[in-house]
């Protein structure tokens, strides 16, 4: 336990309800003073929005935040910076455009006769740069110029000079930079501790978070699960406080073998061969057969999204291939996935599934009239059809076909971008965590009917941050991790095989 001098900021007791939400549910936090502590969990843990409350973009229903000894109510995030606390997010919020010295003293440069002191400006920025990155740059290039791992020290910079900071917090820093730009900006967390600065590191990354934190604090479903001395847990154990699950308990699981294999065909849907994209995915081989669920397990962070979105065409690869149906694939966009037969129902179904302001009827036709071209629209009468079809085959849970889509529960939402999906009869269907959200009852629907697809000849992907909902729903098993495939199952497998094929080198 820390120590109560030791303490630069404690949080005591912080909860905070959003409409439906328990985000925060009496959770505690501890910082000392030169110290990096590790902030993990899961999507829906509560991370950001504990965060978002110490640098007062949200502000807690209830509890306490004490920073040296005293009593502090952040208003807004610049009042949370003028008393000594920034943040440098996952995007590099800067300007690419501006030299690095504009953007390390913007707002505060240097004046001289009613105008800016370029040369006073540089000078300082130079010297501000190196004295706290350890590293000389020339600071009256473009920001733009520069890797990401020196904007992110650019960012850090220009924090930790506006606030005089002693507190900074790192929101997934190392998500878009390489192992030699992360060793860099180890080296710069770790010059900030020797000084005093006390940080709080968010990262999905197992592998960094031993590396570089001191403690852990693990909330999950918005609680505290602990805070535990780095050295003291093991890979394995701090994954297993993640996802909910005793070692014990993970030790008498096994997996349930799914009948339904019967099903699985020796011919391959879709094809990979080392497909990657540089900074976002490393190679990957995958094959996905007809009558086939296979499932990616890994934690938040591990490339899970990324394949699924390299599969369907968002994202474009820069080495590798892909067949579909046998044919090599070299039009990467979702139109033309749509074309091949190919469906991704999103992990965020509020920002890339439902049209909130649509009716049922109206997103469950949006694929099958994208695929169509939209000067060959659906009639009415053929919407309405497929609309009540879906609706009936997948118990939606509606009035009517006209009902707005944002009136409906988050189940029934689910369902809604799934018949958007099934509506144009894909070959193969890619789930992204489709029961995140949603009740017990939905999700075994769910599970039931994307075992069925698969019996009808499909391939199915199936994405899910719950270890036993993808033991149950899936034939054969792709372990990532640290955006690389790492490991593959079949048959009869445990759930502990996977978390520590997930955890890594301990293993």
């Given at each position: 336990?820390?120590?109560?001098?030791?303490?630069?900021?404690?949080?005591?007791?912080?909860?905070?309800?959003?409409?439906?939400?328990?985000?925060?549910?009496?959770?505690?936090?501890?910082?000392?003073?030169?110290?990096?502590?590790?902030?993990?969990?899961?999507?829906?843990?509560?991370?950001?929005?504990?965060?978002?409350?110490?640098?007062?973009?949200?502000?807690?229903?209830?509890?306490?935040?004490?920073?040296?000894?005293?009593?502090?109510?952040?208003?807004?995030?610049?009042?949370?910076?003028?008393?000594?606390?920034?943040?440098?997010?996952?995007?590099?919020?800067?300007?690419?455009?501006?030299?690095?010295?504009?953007?390390?003293?913007?707002?505060?440069?240097?004046?001289?006769?009613?105008?800016?002191?370029?040369?006073?400006?540089?000078?300082?920025?130079?010297?501000?740069?190196?004295?706290?990155?350890?590293?000389?740059?020339?600071?009256?290039?473009?920001?733009?110029?520069?890797?990401?791992?020196?904007?992110?020290?650019?960012?850090?910079?220009?924090?930790?000079?506006?606030?005089?900071?002693?507190?900074?917090?790192?929101?997934?820093?190392?998500?878009?930079?390489?192992?030699?730009?992360?060793?860099?900006?180890?080296?710069?967390?770790?010059?900030?501790?020797?000084?005093?600065?006390?940080?709080?590191?968010?990262?999905?990354?197992?592998?960094?978070?031993?590396?570089?934190?001191?403690?852990?604090?693990?909330?999950?479903?918005?609680?505290?699960?602990?805070?535990?001395?780095?050295?003291?847990?093991?890979?394995?154990?701090?994954?297993?406080?993640?996802?909910?699950?005793?070692?014990?308990?993970?030790?008498?699981?096994?997996?349930?073998?799914?009948?339904?294999?019967?099903?699985?065909?020796?011919?391959?849907?879709?094809?990979?061969?080392?497909?990657?994209?540089?900074?976002?995915?490393?190679?990957?081989?995958?094959?996905?057969?007809?009558?086939?669920?296979?499932?990616?397990?890994?934690?938040?962070?591990?490339?899970?999204?990324?394949?699924?979105?390299?599969?369907?065409?968002?994202?474009?690869?820069?080495?590798?291939?892909?067949?579909?149906?046998?044919?090599?694939?070299?039009?990467?966009?979702?139109?033309?996935?749509?074309?091949?037969?190919?469906?991704?129902?999103?992990?965020?179904?509020?920002?890339?599934?439902?049209?909130?302001?649509?009716t049922v009827r109206e997103n469950i036709i949006l694929a099958m009239q994208a695929r169509k071209g939209w000067f060959?629209?659906?009639?009415?009468?053929?919407?309405?059809?497929?609309?009540?079809?879906?609706?009936?085959?997948?118990?939606?849970?509606?009035?009517?076909?006209?009902?707005?889509?944002?009136?409906?529960?988050?189940?029934?939402?689910?369902?809604?971008?799934?018949?958007?999906?099934?509506?144009?009869?894909?070959?193969?269907?890619?789930?992204?965590?489709?029961?995140?959200?949603?009740?017990?009852?939905?999700?075994?629907?769910?599970?039931?009917?994307?075992?069925?697809?698969?019996?009808?000849?499909?391939?199915?992907?199936?994405?899910?941050?719950?270890?036993?909902?993808?033991?149950?729903?899936?034939?054969?098993?792709?372990?990532?991790?640290?955006?690389?495939?790492?490991?593959?199952?079949?048959?009869?497998?445990?759930?502990?095989?996977?978390?520590?094929?997930?955890?890594?080198?301990?293993?």
């Amino acid at each position: 336990m820390s120590e109560p001098d030791q303490n630069i900021l404690v949080m005591e007791g912080i909860s905070k309800f959003f409409p439906g939400v328990q985000a925060l549910d009496d959770v505690s936090l501890t910082l000392r003073k030169g110290e990096i502590l590790c902030l993990v969990g899961e999507n829906g843990a509560g991370k950001s929005t504990l965060m978002k409350v110490l640098t007062g973009v949200e502000h807690a229903d209830s509890g306490k935040i004490l920073f040296n000894g005293k009593p502090i109510r952040p208003k807004s995030p610049r009042h949370a910076q003028e008393l000594g606390i920034s943040t440098v997010y996952q995007e590099v919020n800067l300007c690419p455009n501006l030299s690095v010295a504009e953007n390390i003293l913007i707002g505060r440069e240097p004046q001289k006769f009613g105008s800016i002191d370029w040369k006073k400006m540089n000078a300082l920025a130079a010297e501000t740069f190196q004295r706290m990155m350890g590293i000389s740059i020339d600071v009256t290039q473009p920001l733009g110029t520069y890797t990401v791992a020196i904007q992110q020290m650019v960012a850090i910079t220009r924090a930790l000079y506006l606030s005089s900071a002693q507190i900074l917090i790192l929101d997934e820093p190392t998500s878009s930079l390489d192992t030699q730009e992360t060793a860099q900006l180890f080296k710069v967390m770790r010059k900030l501790k020797e000084e005093g600065v006390g940080i709080v590191f968010i990262t999905h990354f197992i592998s960094q978070i031993f590396e570089i934190s001191d403690r852990i604090t693990v909330l999950r479903n918005g609680k505290l699960v602990g805070t535990y001395e780095t050295a003291s847990i093991t890979r394995v154990g701090l994954i297993s406080k993640m996802i909910g699950r005793t070692l014990a308990e993970l030790d008498e699981m096994s997996a349930i073998k799914l009948e339904s294999s019967k099903h699985i065909r020796s011919e391959a849907l879709l094809e990979t061969r080392e497909l990657g994209l540089s900074g976002t995915l490393s190679p990957l081989s995958l094959d996905l057969h007809a009558g086939e669920v296979v499932g990616l397990a890994g934690l938040l962070g591990s490339g899970r999204t990324e394949t699924a979105h390299i599969l369907f065409g968002v994202e474009k690869p820069d080495n590798g291939e892909m067949n579909f149906l046998g044919s090599p694939v070299h039009d990467f966009s979702p139109l033309s996935s749509i074309k091949r037969g190919v469906a991704l129902c999103p992990e965020d179904r509020k920002a890339a599934g439902i049209v909130d302001d649509l009716t049922v009827r109206e997103n469950i036709i949006l694929a099958m009239q994208a695929r169509k071209g939209w000067f060959k629209f659906l009639t009415q009468s053929e919407q309405y059809e497929i609309a009540d079809r879906y609706i009936s085959m997948l118990n939606i849970a509606t009035p009517s076909a006209d009902q707005a889509v944002k009136n409906l529960s988050g189940g029934n939402q689910q369902k809604v971008i799934l018949a958007r999906w099934l509506a144009i009869n894909p070959h193969v269907l890619i789930l992204d965590e489709p029961t995140r959200g949603i009740d017990v009852g939905s999700k075994a629907e769910i599970q039931k009917l994307v075992l069925s697809l698969a019996e009808e000849g499909k391939a199915c992907v199936f994405i899910s941050s719950e270890m036993e909902e993808v033991l149950r729903t899936s034939h054969r098993i792709v372990v990532l991790r640290e955006r690389e495939k790492v490991a593959e199952f079949s048959g009869e497998v445990e759930e502990n095989t996977i978390i520590h094929a997930i955890a890594g080198s301990e293993a």
